[in-house]
């Protein structure tokens, strides 16, 4: 075993003091079994406390921890996006979802798609064995009693804790909506009508392409526009994350946005015909069974009967039995920029540190990262270590560089993408590809320092 997963082997099993004061980590979600996880292996007792099954959210339905009820799919792999050098460096420096990840893939082309049974059931059996963590079933509706807490409630955090917040913050809430796409079945799919395929023949054949014509395409647009939708409540505006937009929301900025945005034929040839179609709707797997698929990119707020007629209008789709149809829900996150040091911890609060999405990210794999800083950190604070947070030249870094430096009078949460990176030192690199991966280099480089150092006072400790 190479030395640096068998240094990681150990923590993991580091048994702290049982007298010691236990970090607190509230919600289990993807951000809470990661702070968990990294508290834990540092040598900190964790008490871990998540809600389910007493109360559920909205989005949630199953008891199983770090459920996932957006997607299936944690984005590209390639180093050229950000994302993909970001789940590199939580793969190097020992995170837990990125070992579930891992473990529970489905093939999704030049994307990292995971088994979401398989994954939620792999992270809740390794936090159940962890010896340092005790798991304990119960809704938080106040700030801990305790020295050193995480708070990861996630984006559905209940309206009693939020209220808590929100008092000790001293923020308003800020809300969007986001969006959840719909699932169909595998047998219920004309597959006479589809081809499997990857954009420009990247990765394997692995999403299921359903073309359009113009014609075709020009009636779905129209009967989309036209569907009836779930309405807002009085109180509630519609705002919305802008890389989660419902599909109606964007075919009414114009009848060709869709065909530029999630339908776009371009890398897409239909073998049928050697040509690009006018139009395509890339279905994704779900599970590795190849039982579900997802309508990738097909987010909406229409009632679920108008989800059944209008995307039944899609070629292969014309019989679909839908798995589950796609719904919205309101995610809650603080003013980042006014409450947070680049530690993730409380300004005027020592000790509480935020993860996840009410810290102030967007997405699976930033909310696990911010997870994995706020674990290290808070177990750090609670030993007595100097704790310094990642460069941000490095994609952890550059998602710290945003919660904490992003104009606050105009905050909206993020993925992490290579805007957030200083730019690189010497003579500009003028083709793009080329300049990402060189971003990506020296952020990989810039870890493997940081880390090392990180383990170096581990290993002194």
């Known amino acids: 075993?190479?030395?640096?997963?068998?240094?990681?082997?150990?923590?993991?099993?580091?048994?702290?003091?049982?007298?010691?004061?236990?970090?607190?980590?509230?919600?289990?979600?993807l951000a809470g079994c990661e702070a968990a996880w990294q508290a834990a292996r540092s040598g900190v007792r964790v008490r871990l406390l998540e809600m389910k099954p007493h109360h559920f959210s909205p989005a949630h339905h199953s008891e199983q921890l770090a459920e996932l009820v957006c997607s299936n799919s944690f984005r590209g792999i390639s180093l050229t996006n950000a994302v993909g050098c970001l789940k590199e460096e939580l793969r190097h420096c020992g995170s837990l979802f990125m070992e579930a990840a891992?473990?529970?893939?489905?093939?999704?082309?030049?994307?990292?798609?995971?088994?979401?049974?398989?994954?939620?059931?792999?992270?809740?059996?390794?936090?159940a064995r962890h010896t340092a963590i005790d798991l304990v079933r119960q809704e938080v509706t106040a700030f801990p009693a305790a020295?050193?807490?995480?708070?990861?409630?996630?984006?559905?955090?209940?309206?009693?804790?939020?209220?808590?917040?929100?008092?000790?913050?001293?923020?308003?809430?800020?809300?969007?909506?986001?969006?959840?796409?719909?699932?169909v079945e595998a047998d219920s799919i004309d597959m006479d009508k589809v081809w499997w395929g990857s954009r420009y023949d990247k990765g394997g054949a692995d999403y299921l392409n359903c073309p359009l014509t113009e014609g075709e395409y020009r009636h779905f647009v129209a009967e989309l526009r036209g569907a009836e939708k779930v309405p807002y409540r009085d109180f509630e505006k519609g705002l919305h994350f802008e890389g989660c937009m419902p599909i109606e929301i964007l075919a009414e900025r114009g009848e060709m946005t869709l065909a530029f945005g999630p339908m776009k034929p371009v890398g897409l040839k239909d073998p049928r015909t050697g040509r690009e179609p006018f139009a395509v709707l890339q279905l994704r797997r779900e599970n590795q069974a190849g039982t579900l698929f997802n309508l990738v990119g097909f987010q909406t707020k229409l009632t679920y009967p108008e989800q059944r007629r209008v995307f039944r209008l899609i070629p292969g789709l014309e019989k679909a039995v839908f798995a589950r149809l796609g719904s919205m829900h309101r995610?809650?996150?603080?003013?980042?920029?006014?409450?947070?040091?680049?530690?993730?911890?409380?300004?005027?609060?020592?000790?509480?540190?935020?993860?996840?999405?009410?810290?102030?990210?967007?997405g699976y794999v930033e909310s696990a990262a911010t997870g994995f800083l706020a674990g290290i950190a808070a177990a750090r604070k609670v030993r007595g270590l100097l704790y310094t947070p990642p460069p941000p030249t490095t994609a952890l870094?550059?998602?710290?560089?945003?919660?904490?430096?992003?104009?606050?009078?105009?905050?909206?949460?993020?993925?992490?993408h290579y805007g957030l990176f200083p730019p690189l030192a010497g003579k500009p690199i003028?083709?793009?590809?080329?300049?990402?991966?060189?971003?990506?280099?020296?952020?990989?480089?810039?870890?493997?320092?940081w880390w090392s150092e990180i383990e170096k006072q581990e290993r002194e400790y």
């Not at 003028?430 to 320092?449: C, H, I, P, V, Y």
């Open 1 to 29: 075993m190479p030395f640096v997963c068998l240094f990681h082997a150990l923590r993991s099993f580091m048994n702290p003091s049982p007298d010691a004061e236990p970090l607190i980590v509230v919600g289990a979600g």
């Open 102 to 127: 891992d473990a529970c893939r489905v093939e999704a082309g030049g994307a990292l798609a995971v088994d979401r049974e398989l994954f939620s059931a792999f992270i809740s059996e390794r936090i």
């Open 147 to 183: 020295k050193a807490a995480v708070i990861a409630s996630g984006p559905l955090t209940s309206a009693t804790l939020l209220e808590k917040i929100a008092a000790l913050t001293g923020s308003d809430r800020l809300y969007f909506y986001d969006a959840i796409a719909p699932i």
């Open 331 to 362: 995610n809650t996150f603080i003013n980042a920029p006014r409450c947070l040091l680049r530690t993730l911890e409380l300004n005027g609060r020592d000790g509480f540190f935020f993860a996840g999405q009410i810290s102030g990210v967007e």
């Open 397 to 416: 870094g550059a998602l710290l560089t945003h919660l904490t430096e992003a104009d606050p009078d105009h905050f909206q949460p993020s993925n992490v």
């Open 430 to 449: 003028r083709k793009r590809s080329e300049r990402r991966l060189a971003l990506a280099q020296r952020a990989l480089a810039d870890t493997e320092k």
